[in-house]
C-alpha cells in the first residue's frame, strides 16, 4: 500500500516500487497457449453467471514503446449490466524471451500504481526465470493509469484543494480543520463520480479475469506487491479455480483493508498496522545502529539513538530547522513532518539502515547547530546536504499541476474507501492523531491522515458489487505469501493474518530492509520464482534470514557484494516518475 502522491508522496509512492522487487527447479516443459474454447471458466457461481453475460472481449494488440505491444479493451462500467455503460481499461504485455510457458500478470499496488508501467519495465526488476518463461502483463485497473482515468474535481480546483495537503500529516487544529475540508470536498466529488464508485478491487479482479479469457489463458499466473496483494487474495477468492500460482508480495490483511462489520467503525490505519510497522522498522535500525558503534553508523555517536531521535522530533515539532543549499543558497524549512515523511520514505528501501542514518545525522547535526551547541555527529559535506534536501523535496509538497491533472489521490480513495467502507466520522480523526502514538510513534500520523477521507461522513459513495469476503474459500492450488519483517507500509502481521484466512497458503518470510522481498532477498526471491515457473507450493512455510547486518563490516560488506548465484533483481528506483515514449502504433 502507499500513500497518494500529494500526501507524502513523491518518495514514498516512488518508492513503494524500489524496494519490491535463483534459478528455478523442475520446470516443466513449456506448451503454447490453450485456445479460447479451452479457458476455464469455473469460478463461484455467482461471478460466473454474472461474467458469463459479457462477451469475451477481443485485444487489438499494436508496438508500442519500442518493444511492448498494448491494447485497449472497453469492459462493462458495471457487470450486472454488460450492455450499458463501458470503461476502456489498457493492457500492455512484454513477450518472453526464451520458450513461453505462460502469461503472468503483475500489479504494483497502490492504489493508483500502474500495471502497464510495470510490465513495461519488466527487465529492470523481474529475474532471468520469469522473463525466460512468462510475457509479462500489466493491466492498469480500472481509473487508473493509461485506462480511462477518475477525475473527481475541476481541474481549475485541484491546485487549491491540494494544497493544505502537502505535508506528511496536519500539525495543530488550524492545519487539521484545514487539511479535513480539503479531504471531504475530494471524498465527497468522487462519491458522486461513476468511475470513482465502480472501482472497488473486486472490479479489479473482473477486468483481470476477462482479460485472462480474452488472452486464452486456461489459468491465471500472478505476482502482485503491496495493495496488490489485496487485488491477489480477491481473485483467489472470487475464481477459486481459475488460478495455477498467485504470489503476494508486502501482503494486507484482506479482513483488515476490508469492511467488516466489527471493523468498519474504525480508522484504516488502525485496522492495517501499516504506522506500527513502520515504526517497528525504524525502532530496529536506531537499535542496531546503537549496537554497531559510530564507526559504521554516523548517527551512533549521539549515544542514546532512541532518545536523540525523539529529542530531534520534538524539536522540529516545536520549531523547524532552516536549511541552506551549499550550491544554490537557497532556503529550505525542515519542521516535524517533514522529517517523518522523509524518513518514512526511506524506510521503503533496501538501504532503509544507510539513508536513515544518513537523514539522521545530517538532522543532528542541523539541530544541533541551530541550539548553538557543538555536535557530536560528523560535519556534514555539500553532497551530504544537498542529498538531505533531495530526499526532502521528494518527499513532500505539492506539484503545480498546470493544465495536467493528477489523479493520484482520487484513485486512492475511490478504491480504498469503496472497499474499506467506514463508518468513521471525519471530525474524529484529530482524536485518532492522538491515540495513534501510542501504538504507533510518528508514523502512524501518516499513514492515518493519508486515508482520512474514508472517513463514512467524507466518501459517502458505494461499490454494490465491491467484495468483502469470506476470504476463507477453498482453493485448489495455494497462494504464495511473502512477507517482510520490516516492511514500512505493509507491516509483516498482515501475512501471517493473510497465511491463518488462506488454507492452503504458504508463507515466506524474509529478514530484509524495505517494501516488500522478491529481488530483495534472493532466497524470497528463489522461492517466488520456483513457485511460477512450477505451479507447486512450497511443502511448508520457510524463513528467509537477512543476508547482512544493518550496519555491515567492510568484510560483510565486501562479501554481501560479490556476485551471487542467485537471481536477484531490483524494481527500478522510480519507474511511476519515468515517462514514457510515444508509442508507435502498426495499423
Known amino acids: 500500500m502507499r500513500a497518494p502522491r500529494t500526501l507524502v508522496v ?47 472481449p477481443r485485444l487489438r494488440w499494436f508496438s508500442c514503446y519500442g518493444g511492448a505491444e498494448c491494447a485497449k479493451v472497453a469492459l462493462p462500467l458495471d457487470y450486472d449490466n454488460p450492455k450499458g455503460a463501458k470503461t476502456d481499461v489498457a493492457v500492455l504485455r512484454t513477450k518472453a524471451t526464451g520458450k513461453r510457458l505462460g502469461t503472468l500478470f ?62 506528511a500529516f496536519p500539525v495543530g487544529y488550524t492545519k487539521q480543520q484545514r487539511y479535513m475540508r480539503s479531504m471531504k470536498k475530494i471524498a465527497r466529488a468522487c462519491s458522486t463520480n461513476k ?39 480477491t481473485y483467489a477468492n472470487m475464481f477459486p479455480s481459475n488460478f495455477r500460482s498467485i504470489v503476494i508480495d508486502g501482503t494486507i490483511n484482506p479482513r483488515s483493508w476490508s469492511g467488516m462489520p466489527w471493523n468498519k467503525s474504525r480508522p484504516l490505519d488502525f485496522r492495517l498496522g501499516s504506522g506500527k510497522g513502520a515504526w517497528t ?22 549515544g542514546d539513538t532512541r532518545k536523540r531521535f525523539d529529542e ?22 525542515i519542521d516535524y513532518p517533514t522529517m517523518v515523511g522523509t524518513l518514512l520514505s526511506a524506510l521503503y528501501s533496501s538501504d532503509a539502515p544507510q539513508f536513515v542514518d544518513s537523514l539522521l545525522t545530517e538532522l543532528d547535526y542541523l539541530a544541533t547547530e541551530a541550539q548553538g551547541g557543538t555536535a557530536k555527529t560528523p560535519a556534514p559535506t555539500k553532497a551530504s546536504r544537498k542529498a538531505l534536501l533531495a530526499a526532502v523535496s521528494k518527499a513532500t509538497g505539492v506539484p503545480r499541476r498546470d493544465f495536467a491533472y ?41 499513514w492515518l491522515w493519508s486515508s482520512s477521507g474514508c472517513a463514512g461522513d467524507a466518501f459517502t459513495g458505494q461499490d454494490e458489487d465491491a467484495y468483502v469476503g469470506p476470504y476463507d474459500r477453498y482453493t485448489p492450488k495455494g497462494v504464495l505469501i511473502v ?10 502481521t498482515g ?21 516488500t522481498a522478491y529481488g530483495v532477498s534472493a532466497c524470497a526471491t528463489k522461492a517466488v520464482d520456483t513457485y511460477l515457473v512450477t505451479g507447486a507450493s512450497p511443502l511448508r512455510d520457510r524463513t528467509c534470514p537477512a543476508e547482512s547486518p544493518a550496519f555491515p563490516t567492510r568484510e560483510e560488506e565486501a562479501r554481501v557484494s560479490a556476485p551471487q548465484v542467485a537471481e536477484t533483481k531490483k524494481l527500478p528506483k522510480a519507474p511511476a516518475g519515468q515517462s514514457f515514449p510515444e508509442p508507435t502504433v502498426v495499423r
Open 10 to 56: 513523491g518518495a514514498v509512492a516512488a518508492s513503494m516500487l524500489a524496494g519490491t522487487l535463483a534459478t528455478a527447479s523442475a520446470a516443466p516443459t513449456t506448451s503454447s497457449a490453450p485456445s479460447a474454447a479451452a479457458v476455464s471458466t469455473a469460478t463461484k457461481p455467482s461471478e460466473n453467471a454474472k461474467l458469463d453475460k459479457t462477451a469475451t
Open 106 to 167: 503483475v500489479n504494483p499496488g497502490g492504489p493508483g500504481g500502474s500495471a502497464t508501467e510495470l510490465a513495461y519495465f519488466a527487465d529492470l526488476w523481474a529475474s532471468p526465470t520469469i522473463r525466460k518463461n512468462f510475457d509479462v502483463v500489466g493491466v492498469d485497473p480500472r481509473g487508473i493509469g493509461f485506462s480511462d482515468t477518475v477525475q473527481c474535481l475541476p481541474v481549475e480546483e485541484q491546485d487549491t484543494t491540494y494544497a493544505p495537503l502537502a505535508d
Open 195 to 233: 468511475l470513482a464508485t465502480a472501482m472497488s478491487t473486486a472490479e479489479v479482479a473482473r477486468d483481470m479475469e476477462m482479460v485472462r479469457r480474452a488472452l486464452g489463458e486456461g489459468k491465471l499466473s500472478y505476482l502482485g506487491f503491496s495493495y496488490g496483494t489485496q487485488l491477489g487474495t
Open 281 to 302: 522498522a525504524m525502532r530496529q535500525i536506531l537499535a542496531e545502529c546503537q549496537k554497531a558503534g559510530e564507526a559504521r553508523c554516523d548517527f551512533a555517536a549521539v
Open 312 to 333: 530531534l522530533a520534538a524539536q522540529l515539532e516545536r520549531k523547524p530547522l532552516p536549511v541552506v543549499d551549499p550550491y544554490t543558497g537557497e532556503k529550505y524549512s
Open 406 to 446: 493528477d489523479s493520484s489521490l482520487d484513485a486512492f480513495l475511490s478504491v480504498t474507501c469503496t472497499d474499506s467502507q467506514e463508518t468513521t466520522r471525519l471530525a474524529d480523526y484529530p482524536r485518532y492523531d492522538t491515540q495513534s502514538e501510542t501504538t504507533a510513534p510518528h508514523f502512524g500520523k501518516v
Open 483 to 492: 512477507g517482510n519483517y520490516w516492511d514500512p507500509a505493509t507491516a509483516y
Open 495 to 515: 501475512a501471517v493474518e493473510t497465511r491463518k484466512v488462506l488454507g492452503r497458503s504458504r508463507l515466506v518470510s524474509s529478514d530484509s530492509w524495505g517494501h
